[in-house]
């Protein structure tokens, strides 16, 4: 059962155009949901995350925004650079206590063109 | 270097081998965490470690996985009688803060540790 769900397999943008990368997910005791990036032979890192109060949040050419009554986040990268081809995953937190696990995404590759 | 350290970065085995995994977290971090990311998948959580103890394991697929952190520091992932379904990219991750207060996803991953089993 894909608690995390990225529809998108890959996504091939235009440098300087917007770059959106979408995310579902079905538990609604989730509380708090971020966006990793991984490179080739690299770990994941942390590039933003949105508390479930929140509906934006925003950190330089990154925008995440949370639709709750969909169950939807999305991932807005504006603009886009060649520099941010990699593969992102959505994660969200599983509830509230003392081991809020992070449920990922299977990942959406995002492929830059000069 | 500053940040996570994993090895080996590559092991190959064969099937029913043991193998251990090696996770050397970014210094003063009480937190730590496995992960696995099979082929096609997003990492999977295995286990978390708060200090010396296993505060969360249910993440272990079965009884032929194992983990400790016998010092608060350096993780070893122990895999038994291994099979070609554990062949993944093993990832480790580190944070300041305990689980129930990462709300900066502030996880610091390492490259990981690539298993195929044979």
């Known amino acids: 059962d894909q608690q995390v769900k990225q529809n998108s397999p890959s996504l091939s943008v235009q440098e300087g155009r917007i770059s959106i990368l979408n995310c579902d997910y079905t538990?609604?005791?989730?509380?708090?949901f971020l966006w990793y990036k991984k490179y080739p032979a690299e770990g994941p890192t942390f590039l933003i995350s949105i508390s479930s109060i929140k509906d934006k949040n925003e950190d330089g050419r990154f925008t995440v925004f949370l639709n709750k009554s969909a169950k939807h986040l999305s991932l807005h990268i504006v603009p886009s650079q060649p520099g941010d081809s990699a593969v992102y995953f959505c994660a969200a937190s599983a509830g509230r206590g003392a081991t809020n696990k992070l449920i990922f995404g299977t990942g959406t590759l995002l492929a830059v063109q000069p | 270097g500053a940040g996570v350290s994993q090895t080996p970065s590559n092991k190959v085995t064969e099937k029913g081998k043991y193998v251990e995994l090696r996770c050397d977290p970014i210094s003063g971090h009480t937190a730590l965490y496995w992960y696995r990311q099979s082929l096609g998948q997003g990492p999977e959580f295995l286990i978390y470690?708060?200090?010396?103890?296993?505060?969360?394991d249910s993440g272990l697929p079965n009884d032929r996985f194992f983990a400790v952190r016998p010092e608060g520091s350096v993780s070893t992932l122990k895999i038994q009688r291994t099979e070609r379904g554990d062949s993944a990219v093993y990832l480790c991750?580190?944070?300041?803060?305990?689980?129930?207060?990462?709300?900066?996803?502030?996880?610091?991953f390492g490259e990981g540790s690539r298993l195929t089993v044979l």
């Open positions: 991750a580190s944070s300041s803060v305990p689980m129930s207060a990462l709300k900066t996803g502030e996880l610091f």
């Open positions: 470690f708060q200090g010396t103890g296993a505060a969360d």
């Open positions: 538990n609604s005791m989730f509380d708090y």
